[in-house]
């Protein structure tokens, strides 16, 4: 491997798609997430655990909430 391939940090991206209902589901799934985190001794909220959180449709507002609430 080459050093600039060595000295390149993960861009970590969280990507919610859109779904009406079915982002009740994916809410739940960020929940325990954040709670699988703190168990794994992680205390930092999702949106710090992220470089970006972005979504489509109502996966957008999820995206948000994330960002501004965790």
Not at 18 to 46: M, S, W, Y
């Amino acid at each position: 491997m080459s050093s600039q391939t060595q000295n390149k940090k993960k861009f970590k991206i969280l990507a919610l798609d859109g779904g009406g209902i079915q982002d009740v589901v994916t809410a739940e799934i960020l929940q325990e997430f954040e709670k699988q985190l703190k168990l794994a001794g992680i205390e930092q909220p999702l949106n710090q655990y992220f470089d970006l959180i972005a979504g489509t449709s109502t996966g957008s507002i999820l995206a948000i909430r994330k960002s501004k609430n965790s």
